[in-house]
């Protein structure tokens, strides 16, 4: 199992899914959408009654006895050969350790993990746990042992420390704990948290690579919630594949859980290219593409502030994200904050954090964006939206390298590299005395113009074929194409809404149109009667368009934002009221 596993790994294929399943119906699903593994870990009994993985290393019954009913009744009869992980709760004083091993090969299991680990619990309760030889302790013995029976070993761990001690029986595969999955995120947190994620993961993989043998490595739980989720930790670290229960079963279960694993397994598990990491992300072969990215490699080693100018749409976003990944930071946190989307009353608490009872509604104390992008990338998206107090404030901690939070009185360090984008001209503000000099010369030691996709239309042959694989991908349907005449359509358009509105344009026609090639017929460019304002398409769609377009899509939000031509907040807030409004 494990060396067809590393094979997968080894060619660069599809990333390896293993889904902990609760019931046989997740199982069979899992199996029909094309997963790799099924772990059998008694967290799976409590998700599907409702309660968190957690409550699995409760004393509410005995862990390996839970696991063994959950393998007999769900997972191994619906298992339809697909290899099988079981959790053993290695301090269990009422097993015979090598009697439990034997017994679980006998009936079907492949392989092993430590669950429920000890990794979860930490302060006196660990330590006397440790103390006792009931701790990680016993569960690298557990692994050593089943690897003498010919068992595939899977380490589930939480820290540095107890990644070396499991190294020590050179387990097979490693499944990286990234966290709590919250049930939601607070407004602003959610890419953050994600960041802050793929910083950790990175941070094990560096004491993974260390090691004499190249073990697999899975990522489990944290913030993970979607395929997109997936995509961005793929692309930022080296890992083999991901595992996982919570984010498979959730309802509708059938369709949840077909199109989640396959869209997964449409994605590629490439992490960056450590010898040479140099990631081509911009699609595109014009000068005007090429002069770009030249720009962009030539900046990114440097550790000095960049301004990215460009119309909104253009890939701002996307710019600033390859230049940290090629920069020296790339292994530290990308941390994005969009300026005209923030209050101007909240904006230094988002920046610079704040301390709990600082103003009305604080009741807990906040990481502001600089510190959480420490070591690592800030973008600063709207930058011309700032308030001038804003951009006092924000000179200030460029010119000192620290912070304090609002109602805070200790300055904190900071070394952070700063990107701010903009669609307006910086250099023009502050010729019209809209934006500081000062502030202008800190952060534009470079700066670095997007041109619109009305500049650069030799790319869009290769842009569309890059958005029809992604939407094919995601939407689990045979390769597409389009036809002659919806190409010559797209080259007349002038493409006001740059690249955000081309892969709208490809999207829609990919779910209302039936068959392979895509011919257009919803796409009209602007001499044949212009494209409808993104203002003005939201205000004409229905709740049944919305209903529409997601069964279409299999339940993929983004995609159906997309053919409809609005934001995903937008569908949200229409779902939400239940009206077309």
Request: proline share 4%; aromatic share 6%; glycine share 8%.
């Amino acid at each position: 199992m494990v060396k067809r596993l590393a094979r997968q790994r080894d060619g660069n294929a599809s990333p390896i899914v293993a889904v902990s399943a609760g019931t046989g119906q997740i199982s069979q699903y899992a199996v029909d959408a094309g997963a790799d593994l099924l772990l059998a870990l008694n967290a799976g009994l409590y998700r599907s009654v409702g309660c968190g993985s957690l409550a699995s290393m409760l004393a509410y019954g005995n862990a390996n006895e839970q696991t063994e009913d959950l393998l007999r009744r769900h997972i191994l009869p619906n298992a339809c050969g697909l290899p099988v992980v079981a959790g053993v709760m290695a301090s269990d004083p009422a097993i015979d350790l090598d009697r439990q091993l034997d017994h679980l090969r006998a009936i079907g299991v492949q392989g092993v993990t430590n669950w429920p680990t000890a990794g979860f619990i930490d302060g006196q309760i660990r330590l006397a746990l440790e103390e006792e030889g009931l701790g990680i302790a016993s569960e690298v013995e557990l692994l050593r042992r089943a690897g003498e029976k010919g068992l595939a070993t899977f380490a589930f761990v939480l820290s540095e420390t107890d990644l070396q001690r499991f190294a020590e029986v050179e387990v097979d595969a490693y499944i990286v704990n990234a966290g709590l999955t919250p049930v939601r995120f607070a407004l602003g947190d959610r890419r953050d948290a994600l960041q802050s994620a793929i910083g950790y993961i990175n941070e094990m993989i560096e004491v993974l690579r260390a090691l004499p043998s190249r073990p697999l490595c899975l990522v489990y739980g944290g913030p993970f919630t979607d395929v997109d989720d997936f995509s961005a930790l793929f692309q930022q670290a080296r890992i083999d594949g991901i595992a996982g229960g919570s984010v498979f079963e959730r309802l509708p279960v059938q369709a949840i859980t077909s199109n989640f694993v396959r869209r997964c397994k449409a994605l590629r598990a490439t992490g960056p290219d450590l010898e040479h990491p140099k990631r081509h992300e911009i699609v595109g072969r014009s000068d005007a593409c090429r002069e770009m990215m030249a720009t962009i490699e030539r900046v990114a080693p440097f550790d000095v502030n960049v301004v990215i100018e460009g119309e909104t749409g253009v890939g701002k976003e996307m710019a600033a994200a390859l230049i940290h990944q090629i920069s020296p930071r790339s292994k530290q946190a990308f941390i994005t904050l969009n300026c005209g989307a923030i209050p101007a009353g909240l904006l230094e608490s988002e920046l610079f954090g704040h301390e709990r009872g600082s103003f009305t509604g604080a009741d807990r104390r906040r990481i502001g964006k600089f510190e959480l992008a420490n070591r690592g990338t800030l973008l600063l998206d709207e930058i011309a939206d700032l308030s001038p107090a804003a951009q006092v404030a924000l000179l200030r901690v460029l010119q000192q390298r620290e912070v304090v939070r609002v109602g805070g009185d200790n300055p904190i360090p900071l070394n952070v590299r700063v990107i701010a984008a903009t669609n307006q001209s910086l250099a023009r503000l502050v010729q019209e005395g809209k934006f500081r000099s000062d502030l202008y010369y800190r952060l534009s030691t470079v700066t670095l113009a997007v041109p619109p996709l009305r500049e650069r239309t030799d790319d869009i042959p290769d842009l569309v074929s890059a958005f029809l694989r992604k939407t094919a991908a995601e939407l689990g349907i045979p390769a597409l194409s389009i036809d002659e005449r919806f190409e010559r359509k797209l080259a007349r358009h002038s493409w006001p809404g740059n690249i955000r509105e081309l892969m709208q344009v490809i999207a829609r026609a990919a779910i209302l149109e039936d068959g392979p090639v895509l011919r257009g017929v919803h796409f009209h460019p602007d001499s044949g009667g212009a494209e409808l304002s993104p203002i003005a398409n939201a205000r004409r769609v229905s709740v049944r368009d919305i209903e529409v377009a997601l069964e279409r899509a299999n339940g993929n939000k983004s995609v159906a934002a997309a053919a409809l031509g609005i934001s995903r907040k937008t569908l949200y807030a229409k779902l939400t009221r239940g009206d077309g409004a």
